[in-house]
C-alpha cells in the first residue's frame, strides 16, 4: 500500500535553530502533499498545502516566513520551522495520496520539541 | 466540505463490535466519508471510505444510511490495540488530489478486556 515517510520523528533543539522536516512519498508520486500541526490533546489543524514546483498555499494564520516548504520532487516536501521558539513544539505531520480516488496517507508524524 | 459530529469518547469489551456513529446532515452529492483513526503519537491511519453504499474491508464496515446524513464505522470484533481516536471526515476530495482533509475532534474508543 501507499506509504509516507517523515523524518526525524523527534526532535529536540534550542530555542532559535531552524528545524527540517521530510516528507516522501515512498512508492508514488504526490504533486501536492499537506503538512498539519497538532498540539497536545488536540486534534490536527491543517498548515498548508505544498504543491510540487510552486509556492506552498498557507491556511490563515500560519506564517509562510515561519513554516517555509518546499516542495522540489514529486516525492519530496520539507517544511523548515525556522528560527524554532518555544511555542512552536508541536508534532508536525504530513499527508499525501497517490490518485485522486485513492485516500491520503499520512506519515508517522514529528515530534517538535524546542527548549 | 460540510462538518461532522461525533460523540467524544466510546467504550468498548475486547471481542465486542465497536459501533461508532457520525452525523454529516449537510453533507452535499460529491462528497465521500472518510474514517481514518490516530493511535496516540502516531500519524491517522486510513480505515475505510464510501459514498453512498456500505463499504467493507478487512478492517472495519461503514454503513451509510440512505439519505447520507449520517454514517456508523463498525470494528467487528474490537481488540485492545483498536483503543485510539477516530475520525470521521466529509470531504469532496475523492476526485480532487489536492484537496486537504479537515478533521474534527473525533471518538476517543476505549478498548477494555
Redesign the interface.
Known amino acids: 500500500g501507499a506509504v509516507v515517510s517523515q523524518h526525524p520523528s523527534r526532535v529536540i533543539c534550542k530555542s532559535g535553530t531552524s528545524v527540517k522536516i521530510e516528507c516522501r512519498s515512498l512508492d508514488f508520486q504526490a504533486t501536492t502533499m499537506f503538512w498539519y500541526r497538532q498540539f497536545p490533546k488536540k486534534s490536527l489543524m491543517l498548515m498548508a498545502t505544498s504543491n510540487e514546483g510552486s509556492k506552498a498555499t498557507y491556511e490563515q494564520g500560519v506564517e509562510k516566513d515561519k513554516f517555509l516548504i518546499n516542495h522540489a520532487s514529486l516525492t519530496l516536501s520539507t517544511l523548515t520551522v525556522t528560527s524554532a521558539h518555544p511555542e512552536d513544539s508541536s508534532f508536525y505531520i504530513c499527508s499525501a495520496r497517490p490518485r485522486s480516488n485513492q485516500p491520503q496517507h499520512f506519515g508517522d508524524g514529528t515530534r517538535l520539541s524546542i527548549l | 466540505d460540510a462538518k461532522t459530529t461525533q460523540p467524544p469518547s466510546m467504550d468498548c469489551a475486547e471481542g465486542r463490535a465497536a459501533n461508532l456513529p457520525c452525523n454529516h446532515s449537510t453533507i452535499s452529492g460529491n462528497e465521500y466519508v472518510?474514517w481514518?483513526r490516530?493511535i496516540h503519537?502516531?500519524?491517522?491511519?486510513?480505515i475505510i471510505?464510501g459514498l453512498k453504499n456500505n463499504e467493507t474491508n478487512e478492517m472495519a464496515s461503514l454503513i451509510i444510511t440512505e439519505d447520507r446524513k449520517s454514517s456508523t464505522l463498525i470494528l467487528p470484533h474490537a481488540t485492545l490495540r483498536d483503543t485510539a481516536v477516530y475520525?470521521c471526515i466529509v470531504s469532496s476530495?475523492?476526485?480532487?488530489?489536492?484537496t486537504?482533509?479537515?478533521?474534527?475532534?473525533?471518538t476517543t474508543l476505549s478498548v477494555s478486556s
Open positions: 472518510y481514518y490516530q503519537s502516531q500519524g491517522p491511519q486510513y471510505h475520525y476530495s475523492a476526485n480532487q488530489a489536492g486537504a482533509l479537515i478533521f474534527g475532534k473525533g
